[in-house]
């Protein structure tokens, strides 16, 4: 008798990373009801622009300049992670070539407001960093999209890659709404944020990283 064929060793490697960073700060706490109260006011004097948003509001970009001293703290701290999580491959003694600037600024959304798929062209890294959930901590939730998507689809749509525990890899990673939650991630990513159903608007802060040349040293 031809005895069982022995299980192959078999390693999976999900290749080509794309990070997405969640993170509560040590401070976030203190940071929710100042940023509160800094969005409502400028709510409150100004009508906003429309970008990606559907139905909510959206401030201009100069969050840094009226968002007081939790909007900065928040964006030092935000800058500090993304510093860590970005390295310059031909730096010299570690020196890197980059310096990254801020642009920030606010959402807010009532129950049955979104924003649809999107990305931000001339960004390195982007971040929101939830300031409300609006009463509905299980929708409103911020979604990824894998930029493969259309190409899979395309050949099987109702095939999907498992990984080596035989969960599905899907096209679509989901992030659910937390006070004090911040989520960081390439700007490059297409991603959108579904409406959600609760009691109050949603609140939000969104910042854009942008990498620049340094200056050349003195």
Known sequence: MTPPAAEPDINVNMLFATPVIEVRLPMAD?????????ITARRQQSKGIARSNILGWHSDTEMLHWG?????????ETMKL???FTSDIVAAQGQSRYEMGMEMWANMSPAGASNQMHCHPGSFWSASFYVDDGG???DGLFVAQDPRFPMIRMAAPDLVFTDAE???QLSQHRIAPEPGKLVIFPSWMMHAVRPH????????VAMNIIAMPAPPPA
Do not use: H
């Open 82 to 84: 993304c510093g860590r």
């Open 166 to 168: 035989g969960n599905r």
């Open 136 to 138: 509905d901590p299980e």
């Open 197 to 204: 159903t609760g009691s109050r608007d949603r609140i939000s």
């Open 30 to 38: 203190q940071l929710i009801e100042p940023l509160r109260a800094a």
């Open 68 to 76: 007081g001293n939790a909007a900065q703290t928040l964006a030092v």
